[in-house]
């Protein structure tokens, strides 16, 4: 059983930084993918960042060059460090987490959410 914990949202002006932070308790013996989403009110959860049990990225356009996606393997940690900020990134931020088997997917799991505010 895996259970997700974020935190580091928070109120920020354009053009400024934070970093999410999400601690993963459990053990992780498959196949994975980590990462986060966001959701902005009135829109459908979309895919922000996942960083694969291979070591692969995934960034949505709208992020590439702006957000880096991290772990911590020995702590069971995922980080996003989000720069450049704008007002459209406002949402709750998800941490994620997909288990797999090389025959197909186990379980995914979310975090409660961390709100950030991207406003001046």
């Known amino acids: 059983q895996v259970q997700l914990v974020e935190s580091g949202g928070g109120l920020v002006q354009p053009g400024g930084s934070l970093r999410l932070s999400c601690a993963i308790s459990?053990?992780?013996?498959?196949?994975?993918?980590m990462g986060w989403y966001r959701q902005a009110p009135g829109k459908q959860r979309e895919l922000v960042a996942l960083?694969?049990?291979?070591?692969?990225?995934n960034y949505a356009d709208s992020v590439k060059g702006r957000f880096t996606i991290s772990r911590d393997n020995a702590i069971n940690m995922v980080y996003l460090q989000m720069n450049s900020l704008k007002p459209e990134d406002t949402a709750v931020f998800y941490c994620?987490?997909?288990?797999?088997?090389?025959?197909?997917?186990?379980?995914?799991?979310w975090g409660q959410g961390t709100q950030v505010t991207v406003s001046s």
């Open positions: 994620y987490v997909g288990l797999h088997s090389h025959y197909g997917p186990i379980s995914d799991y």
């Open positions: 459990g053990s992780i013996l498959s196949l994975y993918a």
């Open positions: 960083i694969t049990s291979g070591g692969s990225t």
